[in-house]
């Protein structure tokens, strides 16, 4: 119970987030790996957590006001849902600025063209890393790695990443 209310606050690994998803037209898939920097504090995960899911969860927050505030007309309610999202927008933001710049990032994109898949990015180093974490995150749930050699290898893994985010790919 408590690793599923962890998971629910803070995200599904404690070293970062793995997300696939369509990028843009044209390109067929992006992966994107970000690894927080090691020694991230529950509190820290949880904040990048919700500046992660803010733009749905506060959107679905804003119809919740919508609707409770809807006898006040529409003026007040749309007033009120609009100023609670973009407060939620900028206070996250705001708070997990330092943080989110010192996050490692690297994507790679895959298209599809004429049945060949073209990869873009540093494909090597990105599966090798997130192999290495998700790995890392099973042994954990597992109890076959203590605190400290977890955060050695997330570090060992967050080094081996370049610091800077030289993605083009996330710019697109």
């Known amino acids: 119970m408590k690793e599923t209310v962890r998971r ?10 793995l997300d696939v ?8 898939q992006q992966v994107r790996l970000t690894v927080y920097p090691p020694g991230t504090t529950p509190g ?12 749905s969860g506060g959107a679905a927050l804003c119809l919740v006001v919508l609707v409770f505030l809807g006898d006040q007309g529409p003026v007040v309610s749309v007033a ?15 708070l997990t600025r330092d943080l989110r710049a010192r996050c490692r990032r690297i994507a790679v994109a895959s298209e599809l063209v004429a049945g060949e898949v073209r990869e873009f990015g ?4 990105l599966r090798a890393a997130a192999t290495r974490l998700l790995e890392l995150e099973a042994r954990r749930r597992s109890g076959l ?28």
């Open 122 to 125: 540093d494909v090597p180093l």
């Open 145 to 172: 790695v203590d605190p400290v050699r977890y955060e050695a290898e997330w570090s060992e893994v967050y080094d081996a990443l370049p610091a800077a985010d030289v993605s083009s790919l996330e710019r697109r």
């Open 21 to 28: 998803s369509p990028a843009t037209r044209g390109i067929w």
């Open 44 to 55: 820290q995960r949880r904040l990048l957590h919700l500046g992660r899911s803010w733009p």
């Open 8 to 17: 629910l606050l803070e995200g599904r690994a404690l070293w970062g987030t």
């Open 80 to 94: 009120a849902a609009a100023t609670m999202y973009l407060a939620g927008l900028v206070v996250t933001a705001r």
